[in-house]
Structures are given as C-alpha cells and as structure tokens.
C-alpha cells in the first residue's frame, strides 16, 4: 500500500511553494525457485520493505518570459537514504514557444530480486545514480501540432551487474556495483492531436554511451523485452535463427476531465 500528502503555496515574489511527502509500505515480497534434481533444494525468500520520500519545489516567476524553478527530494529506505536536487530554467519567447535547461539527478534502489534472489543476498548493495543535463525547446503550431527537440549529456555510476562468483560449473552469482556509464543523445519529437481525440506521436533519437574503459555500448529502448531479445541475439548468436523486433501503436480512449464529487 502507499499513500502521499501535497501542499502548494503562493509567496510574495511571484513564487509558488510545493511540498509533500510519500510513504510506501511493500507488505509482502515472495520469491521462490523449485528444482527436480535432489541436490538442488531450492529456496523460498519471504520479505517485506518500507520507503518514505519528502520533497520541496519553489518556482520562481523572475519576468514573464522566465521562469526558475528548483527543488530538493530525500528518499528513505531500510538501507539506505539519498536526497537529489533538480532544477530548471524555462524561457518563454510567445506563448506557443519554450526554451528549457533542465538538471537532475537520480537514483534506482536495488528491486527484491537483487537483493534477495541468490542464496546470499548481496545486502551491501547501492543504489545505481545518475546526473543528467538536458536542453529542450518546444514549439506549438496550433491547436494541434506540437514539435520538439531535445539533447541531454548523463553520467551514471554504481550500476548494479550480475556476476559470476566462483568457478563456472558451480554456477553461483550474485549482484554487485560495478561500473559507471557517460552518455548523451538528441532527440526529434512531434505530436498531432486531432480534434476528435485521435493522438499520434512519432520521435527518432540518437544516443551514444560509452563504459569507464571508453568502450561503446549498445543502446537500446525501453522494452525489457527488447533488451533481453538484442543481448542473446549479440551473446548466443549460434543459438539464434533470427530476431524479430516489433513496433505499436496505441489508440487513447476518451477521459472525463472533471473533478469528481461524492
């Protein structure tokens, strides 16, 4: 379960205060592996973890072609906490016009699997961390085309990676922060929306990431699937006949934007 409180405040100066907080409770955590051979008993791992977040965001109207706005976060687990700062400054030419300069940075808390999943949990584990720049600018022509473009530069380190301990044939692992990763990319967006609520959304981006060594790495989206799919593909290529990579669309069905009353 989890549950979240918000509160925004105007302040003298043309600002605008947000704050809230957020509490996340994962009750039940069960992970469990059966084998048929005798020598393999397999495990049952029955966890629970908690988390709480508190943050606070100030926008800053300096004219009215510019906007500041900044904030702060701090994240809380079991193992570990992390507070993370973001910013931005957003120029505003037209009304149908913006220039962005956006930073952040970030983190991803080792999942349950990472932690519990092999026979001895890596308990040592940190969370993987990001800082990211990024500029955007965004240009509304009409009521319904929108077109953008973006380029950003991130730095990633303390990622999490499965490795082999131990002699092969004895096939234990376990997970642990190796590494750090630079990458940057632009990206070419548009967007149409039609008056009767048909939406399409196309983009192309272009990215280059290299490791701590210099070497490049293979970029991929967001699908884990995909990701699963290109890596056999690039490791087991014998074991491969062909790989197949498929694309979507989707078709949004109509909301009702209205507050609701009991």
């Given amino acids: ?15 605008t205060l947000t704050f809230g907080a ?112 990024e500029f955007v600018w965004e240009q509304y022509l009409g009521e319904w085309l929108r077109i953008a473009t973006s380029t950003y530069r991130s730095h990633s380190t303390q990622l999490i990676a499965l490795e082999l301990m131990g002699p092969e044939e004895l096939g234990e692992f376990a997970f642990f922060n190796r590494g750090a990763i630079e990458s940057k990319g632009v990206t070419f967006e548009a967007e149409v929306r039609s008056k009767r609520g048909l939406q399409a959304v196309a983009n192309v981006s272009f990215q280059e990431a290299t490791d701590e060594t210099g070497s490049r790495l293979a970029v991929l989206g967001h699908s884990f699937g995909a990701t699963t799919a290109v890596t056999l593909a690039v490791e087991y290529p014998s074991e491969l006949s062909r790989l197949v990579l498929l694309a979507g669309y989707y078709y949004p069905s109509k909301l009702i934007d209205a507050a609701l009353a009991g």
């Avoid at 989890?2 to 600002?15: F, I, V």
């Avoid at 051979?37 to 926008?59: I, R």
């Avoid at 701090?74 to 030419?93: K, M, N, S």
């Fill in 1 to 15: 379960w989890s549950g979240g409180a918000r509160a925004t405040r105007s302040l003298p100066g043309r600002q």
């Fill in 22 to 133: 957020e509490l996340l409770a994962n009750v039940t955590q069960k992970q469990a592996y059966s084998s048929n051979a005798p020598a393999d008993p397999g495990f049952l791992v029955d966890a629970s973890s908690y988390q709480s977040a508190a943050y606070l965001q100030d926008e800053i109207r300096v004219k009215p072609w510019l906007l500041l706005n900044g904030g702060i976060r701090h994240d809380r687990y079991e193992q570990f906490a992390r507070t993370t700062p973001r910013g931005a400054v957003i120029v505003l030419p037209s009304p149908n016009q913006s220039f962005k300069y956006l930073y952040g940075r970030a983190f991803r808390a080792p999942n349950a699997y990472e932690r519990y999943y092999y026979e001895q949990p890596t308990i040592s584990l940190r969370p993987e961390a990001v800082a990211t720049h």
